[in-house]
């Protein structure tokens, strides 16, 4: 059975590598070609090193601080390398290093090939990817092109005149009936038009109104864009994370939002006609001549849609974030509190979605996200570490290449946000301003959600000692306040107990980088409908794991469904245990690690 399985696998991967339809080929309407080496599949996937990765996110402005101006900046990312690479990670995602007036924290570019002063130079960048390189790891940038700064010298000439050259690199509209061109909203509040007096047209910004919108359909524009990519290629970066990029593409003739759509409407935004064709011809202009990898913010796409996007035959992108697990617990913009099985039916709707063909990402937080632990685990001081553990080992063992944001390593938790001035975030701000002060919304009801959803509780300082400002910086004030937990949560405390998150995290890491059935293999959930129990397997043929989480604060005697039985134990977050047979007591949010 599972070498007949096998044998569909490599036949699959035999038969439709190179060939360029996205249609659900079966093995058994394809023709065999002349074909690259089928013995060099794993489970019939195309072994990469991407898929082998494990990433890690740096927001730099909250990493640490070098120079003492209470900003992190480039030089404090290359002071902490062996940290980080001691984690056992072996990719860096740097979000925006590029010069901006800071909008929103670098995603509001004003010079794609210039370092932003707050944060070095160019030569502290050299300096980083060669110290990253050293150690072996791979660096991806964050590539922001569906919007620049209005700050851009591109959007500097394009406001200008109607006749400038560079008009048509933004979408510019007449005003219609004296009101903007059509009802679509910012992601940060309000209408996505903004009033240019110079010349009485709108353009469009589909987030902050210092985020102007590209116009894609503008082929000047997009090799713009592949020529700044080739730029930093070129220095030997090792692919992008591309911002929003499913939003490139407008709608024809830029039709008005729907109703079904006001409170959603990325689903509208995104998988504009042109997407296909604009991916591929970055493809081909740029990526292609480069061993890197990709992966797009697929915000308002859907699972459906995901491998017209990913599917290795497309030549598109390697792999996106599909937003589901991490916004389960939103509706809208409002918490909403989740329960397990629907988190596993989504991991498990994501396998069946995805073929050999294409590959998944796994993450629960990043900077536009609150802390892991607080969102998905427990951060109550009884069960915060256990719970940072068990996340880690699910993150680390699920199918898809996991993203781990800074400081989840340590178990940072949210912020204890008690008024609107302790924020940062212009998304914050301007729902304020929109929801507040025109009283919609109650302040207490407003920060009662921020405290649980906002981007800045991701975005504080890194927490690397107990001195003052958890040694994030030597100014007498951070960027952004440091959490107050900083002298029971840090990096030197983590390093220092052999029983800490830090640890935890690496052996896992170290785990999954040796087990090709973590990253290749099968993924069946055992026990979807159970409240409190994700049980899974991970296998190649016959190489096999369980892993056994309990995700409550219950102590739980579960007894494993299949007539499975328990193995040796690899790791687990309570150290070794009792349990032999098929019953298992499993403490408070209790991981285990099975081979079987
Ligand atoms: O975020 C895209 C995005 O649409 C959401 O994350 C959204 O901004 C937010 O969470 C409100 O729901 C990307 C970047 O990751 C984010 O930091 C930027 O602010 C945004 O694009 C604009 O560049
Ligand atoms: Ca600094």
């Known amino acids: 059975m599972i070498v007949a399985r096998l044998m569909v696998f490599l036949l699959l991967a035999t038969c439709l590598v190179g060939t360029s339809s996205a249609t659900d080929n079966r093995a058994q309407d394809a023709k065999p070609q002349s074909a690259p080496s089928p013995a060099a599949a794993i489970n019939g996937y195309q072994p990469k090193w991407w898929k082998e990765a494990i990433v890690y996110q740096i927001y730099p402005r909250s990493f640490k601080d070098s120079n003492g101006d209470g900003i992190g900046d480039l030089k404090g990312i290359t002071s902490e390398l062996d940290y980080i690479h001691g984690l056992g990670v072996n990719v860096i995602w740097l979000s925006p290093h590029y010069d901006s007036p800071n909008a929103d924290n670098g995603y509001d570019i004003r010079n794609y090939r210039k370092v932003m002063t707050e944060f070095g130079s160019m030569a502290d960048f050299d300096e980083l990817l060669k ?185 598109e992108l390697d792999m996106i974030f599909n937003f589901d697990a991490v916004r389960l617990n939103r509706d809208g913009e409002v918490w909403r509190d989740w329960t397990l099985p629907e988190l596993k039916a989504i991991y498990t709707q994501q396998n069946q979605a995805l073929d050999v063909h294409s590959w998944n990402t796994i993450f629960l937080s990043n900077h536009d996200n609150p802390r892991v632990v607080s969102a998905f685990g427990n951060d109550s001081p009884q069960y915060r570490v256990a719970s940072a553990k068990a996340l880690a080992t699910m993150l680390l063992t699920l199918k898809g290449t996991p993203f781990i944001y800074q400081g989840d390593e340590l178990g940072m938790t949210n912020y204890p946000f008690t008024s609107i001035d302790q924020f940062d975030d212009i998304a914050v701000k301007n729902a304020w301003k929109a929801m507040v002060v025109t009283n919609q919304v109650s302040a207490d009801a407003f ?150």
């Open 447 to 596: 920060l009662a959600n921020m405290r649980k959803t906002s981007r800045d509780n991701s975005r504080t300082p890194m927490q690397w000692d107990n001195s003052r400002n958890g040694g994030f910086t030597t100014a007498p004030k951070a960027r952004l306040a440091v959490n107050p937990n900083f002298l029971e949560i840090n990096a030197k405390q983590e390093f220092s107990d052999p029983n800490s998150i830090y640890h935890y995290f690496a052996q896992m890491a170290a785990l999954r980088r040796k087990t090709p059935a973590f990253v290749y293999g099968d993924y069946t959930d055992l026990d979807p409908a159970h409240p409190k129990i994700f049980a899974y397997t991970r296998a190649i043929g016959a190489d096999k794991y369980l892993v056994v989480l309990n995700f409550s604060t219950d102590v739980v005697t579960y007894k494993l469904p299949d007539a499975i039985k328990v193995g040796d134990l690899l790791i687990s977050n309570f150290g070794k245990n009792a349990d032999r047979g098929d019953t298992l007591h499993l403490k408070s949010w209790e991981a285990r690690v099975y081979k079987y």
């Open 131 to 315: 110290g990253i390189k050293q150690r072996h790891m791979k660096l991806i940038l964050d590539l922001v092109v569906n919007h620049t700064s209005d700050e851009h010298a591109w959007f500097v000439e394009s406001r200008k005149s109607k006749d400038n050259s560079y008009r048509d690199y933004y979408i510019w509209r007449a005003p219609k009936d004296g009101q903007p061109p059509n009802n679509w909203t910012s992601f940060f509040s309000g209408s996505a038009w903004k009033l240019d007096p110079t010349t009485g047209e709108y353009y469009l910004h589909l987030f902050a109104e210092k985020q102007p919108d590209l116009n894609w359909d503008n082929p000047k524009v997009r090799n713009e864009v592949y020529d700044l990519m080739k730029f930093w290629l070129d220095k030997g970066v090792d692919g992008f994370r591309m911002d929003v990029i499913p939003f490139i593409s407008k709608r024809e003739g830029l039709p008005d939002l729907p109703p079904e759509y006001m409170a959603k409407p990325q689903y509208f935004y995104a998988m504009g006609p042109h997407l296909h064709e604009y991916l591929q011809e970055m493809n081909r202009e740029a990526l292609s001549k480069y061993d890197v990898m990709t992966v797009g913010e697929a915000f308002g796409v859907t699972l459906e849609q995901t491998p017209s996007l990913v599917d290795e035959r497309r030549n």
